[in-house]
């Protein structure tokens, strides 16, 4: 029987197995729980998982949040106890972490505007703003406001409370020397530093009783020279365990002052806490430690436990992407998970820009309520064209309802763009996914027919009822869609992206790219440039490199990656080329700077779709469905080229509407 599945004391209670999900906030909810988060729980709880964060729970008017739950409110209470009583019939038990984010929050609250706190005045490094430095009389608030979350969260059901004193929050801030400059009895040394959050675990004790859980999400290293190392870390938390019983320590790294610590993404080690987390147990044998990075892969879990390095196993992104995880781990199924590529995009990118969290290889993760048949009504033959993401995930899944599906690709292997995304540095997880689809469609019957050029004939000969069209997209090296073309007057003769990533030896020692593209697509051809040494000077007529890389997280690890190698960029520029020059054009100002001559100018641009038989993939769609008489459905980048997540989810609508 693996360890795993052995009940672990937590406090007042007993979670039945060893593998939990830690807090992430998925903004299914606004203000208080609702029925969308309970599903996505309870799917969890029924696929294995044993005990659950939920996150940031609010205690504050001063934190409050759109998208985020609301600890003060007492109409949390009913909602969290709907929601607890559903997870608790699953089977599993449920925390809640009580939070305020301190310099992290936005001066214009659901509410109207108010000021956003820290323990000193200092510029807030997510928004920028200018910080109001608590004072005692906000502390005792703030205090108060804690200890009465944790009562409501008592009375709402929840099994215990997790108090957030790490990822750069409130009071994570007065722990720390980057945001903590008081001079008063908050500040300065250890003693000064920990009093808030040893106050506000004392008053949290004192209201719940002893008969209740309380731990703690603590920081093991905000990774910053003028910060807190690991060696501090485990000094505070002694300090706080003298102050008040603490049952549990769950873990965490960094701040928003490198935020990549706090959602690493495939660029970081998956270990990235390991050592860390082993030392903090080390130290107090006591009491459960939740590892959080800390196995190797998912499917070392068990060896986290086994070896003594942690006393629970927190596979967060996991169990969004594969929601039987824990099940498959428990049982030994482990060939058979959906693997997180942890790029970051339907998660973190989508909670980044105020949408509702999803998965970009489950995209069931948070439409737990969208009833899914099990099987189509009427069973038919389909036959796919292109076996990229969107092809694969379209045939696996019309498959898994019960459809006889052919898939046609051109190639000698599957992935399509895939193949080369996970050659990029840093990105090689992109690979897990495209095993995993064809794993699954092999298991589910497609029938994967590879070397095919998938021309109206051959669709004929697969004698379909229906058609797929997810032919992709291409990289051109001619179009440029900026308001501020990338090219001034004459085109200089240019490489398209995927030819000088298939072979960047060829291209010389000094490669120009001219970006007017900008997204993680350009990122991973610029990331893949500068990774074969050659010397990389980029221009783009945006106002900053890479504009719409904008999850925080992977932005820092590219850029710091970029700059690590023979790497220039000029911003606000267009290029000219002629007469055997190479000039830069500034675009606001007009003047003109002579560029080095490159061996080599690459046009970064944006994709642009691939259709059938020469024509565009709505042409060509509308012509097989007139001449075969069967539907044609076009899906992913063959209908516009956007990102991983769009190719699968569409994939998967598709298959679903087929069943209705």
């Known amino acids: 029987m693996s360890i795993l599945s052995s009940p672990l004391r937590i406090g007042s209670f007993e979670a039945p197995n ?15 729980e609702s029925d969308r988060e309970t599903a996505y729980f309870v799917r969890r709880a029924h696929g294995g998982c044993g005990l659950f964060v939920a996150g940031n729970h609010l205690v504050h008017p001063t934190a409050s949040t759109r998208g985020f739950e609301d600890a003060w409110r007492p109409e949390a209470v009913d909602a969290n106890r709907r929601m607890t009583n559903a997870i608790h019939e699953a089977g599993a038990r449920v925390l809640v972490q009580l939070n305020h984010h301190g310099a992290q929050a936005s001066p214009e609250g659901p509410d109207g505007p108010r000021p956003v706190f820290a323990p000193s005045r200092i510029l807030s490094p997510s928004t920028s703003v200018a910080t109001r430095a608590a004072s005692e009389r906000d502390i005792a608030d703030f205090v108060e406001a804690w200890a009465g979350a944790a009562e409501r969260s008592r009375l709402g059901g929840f099994d215990g409370v997790e108090i957030h004193l790490a990822h750069g929050y409130l009071l994570h801030q007065f722990l720390s020397p980057l945001y903590n400059r008081r001079a008063d009895a908050y500040g300065g040394d250890l003693e000064g530093r920990t009093r808030f959050p040893r106050e506000v675990l004392r008053a949290v004790r004192e209201r719940v009783g002893d008969d209740f859980t309380v731990g703690i999400r603590i920081v093991l290293d905000e990774h910053n020279a003028a910060g807190l190392d690991a060696e501090d870390c485990r000094e505070i938390v002694a300090a706080l365990r003298q102050e008040a019983r603490i049952d549990f320590l769950d873990t965490a790294a960094g701040g928003y002052h490198d935020v990549h610590w706090v959602f690493p993404s495939s660029a970081m080690p998956a270990a990235w806490l390991r050592d860390e987390v082993a030392a ?6 006591d009491i459960p430690v939740f590892g959080v990075g800390a196995a190797l892969r998912v499917e ?17 992104r996991g169990q969004l992407a594969d929601p039987d995880l824990a099940s498959k781990l428990v049982s030994g199924r482990a060939d058979g998970i959906r693997h997180c590529i942890r790029l970051n995009q339907g998660c973190l990118g989508r909670g980044s820009q105020g949408l509702a969290v999803s998965c970009t290889v489950n995209p069931e993760a948070g439409r737990e309520l969208e ?13 796919v064209v292109g076996g990229g993401p969107a092809g694969l995930r379209a045939a696996l899944d019309l498959a898994q309802l019960g459809h006889a599906v052919t898939l046609l690709e051109r190639e000698q292997e599957l992935g399509g763009q895939l193949v080369r995304a996970a050659r990029v540095p840093g990105r090689e997880a992109v690979a897990l996914l495209v095993a995993d689809l064809e794993r699954d469609a092999r298991a589910a019957g497609v029938d994967l027919r590879l070397g095919v050029l998938a021309d109206a004939a051959a669709i004929r000969a697969s004698a379909p009822d229906g058609v797929v069209l997810a032919t992709g997209a291409a990289a ?15 085109r200089p003769e240019t490489v398209d992206a995927w030819t000088a990533l298939d072979d960047p030896a060829a ?46 997280s992977e932005r820092q690890l590219v850029l710091r990656a970029l700059a690590a190698g023979r790497f220039d960029r000029m911003t606000s520029a267009r290029v000219r080329a ?24 690459v046009a970064l641009t944006p994709r642009v779709q691939v259709g059938l038989d020469g024509r565009a993939a709505d042409t060509a769609a509308a012509a097989l469905e007139a001449s075969l008489g069967i539907p044609v459905t076009t ?8 990102g991983i997540d769009a190719a699968i989810a569409e994939a998967w609508r598709f298959a679903l509407t087929t069943a209705e």
């Open 18 to 32: 060893r593998i939990m999900q830690a807090a992430h906030s998925k903004q299914y909810s606004d203000r208080v």
């Open 280 to 285: 903090l147990k080390r130290a107090n044998p």
């Open 300 to 316: 070392d879990a068990e060896e986290v436990v086994a070896s003594g390095i942690a006393d629970m196993v927190a596979l967060t």
């Open 371 to 383: 009833v899914r048949p099990r099987a189509a009504s009427v069973a038919r033959r389909w036959t």
């Open 476 to 490: 051109p090296s001619t179009t440029s869609l900026a308001v501020d073309e990338a090219f001034e007057g004459d």
């Open 507 to 552: 291209l010389g020692d000094r490669i120009l790219v001219v970006d007017d593209d900008g997204t993680a697509y350009a990122s991973g051809v610029l990331l893949s440039l500068v990774a074969s040494g050659a010397a990389v000077q980029v221009v783009t007529p945006f106002e900053q490199l890479l504009p719409h890389v904008r999850t925080g």
């Open 578 to 601: 002629g007469g055997g020059a190479v000039t830069a054009i500034d675009t606001l100002t007009g003047a003109a700077a002579p560029l080095e001559r490159p061996s080599a100018i």
């Open 635 to 642: 899906i992913g980048d063959a209908v516009s080229p956007r």
